[in-house]
Nanobody
């Protein structure tokens, strides 16, 4: 019954912008920290961003800091990823994921919420392709 459904992916030019959405259902959204991960062909899934259950704290991979913004609307059970100034190297399938609140912070002391093992729920992914 648990579902995370990403949308908003597609093709975008370098220097443009794109907003991804992830709609959650089947669980108490506000009890979960949420994250965005991405995976390019032949590559391992990597951390992009995370936001805590209330939206009080956010975390970003170094590669996207200053360009991407994560947010959430608990009234709508939705988490977003605003992608500004995307680059070709941002091309990947983007996944949203949910982790029981606080769990992601226990996996790393210096990089909280980075580990995929903290997340119990995953969406199907949405393709983002950035052209130069």
């Amino acid at each position: 019954q648990v579902q995370l459904v990403e949308s908003g992916g597609g093709m975008v030019q370098s220097g443009g912008s794109l907003r991804l959405s992830c709609a959650a259902s089947g669980f108490t959204f506000s009890n979960y920290d949420m994250g965005w991960f991405r995976q390019a062909p032949g590559k391992e899934r990597e951390f992009v961003s995370a936001i805590t259950w209330s939206g009080g704290s956010t975390y970003y991979a170094d590669s996207v800091k200053g360009r991407f913004t994560i947010s959430r609307d608990n009234a709508k059970d939705t988490v977003y990823l605003q992608m500004n100034s995307p680059r070709p190297e941002d091309t990947a399938v983007y996944y949203c994921a949910g982790a029981v609140k606080g769990l992601g912070a226990t996996y790393y002391s210096n990089r909280p919420y980075h580990d995929t093992g903290a997340y119990s729920y995953w969406g199907q992914g949405t393709q983002v392709t950035v052209s130069s």
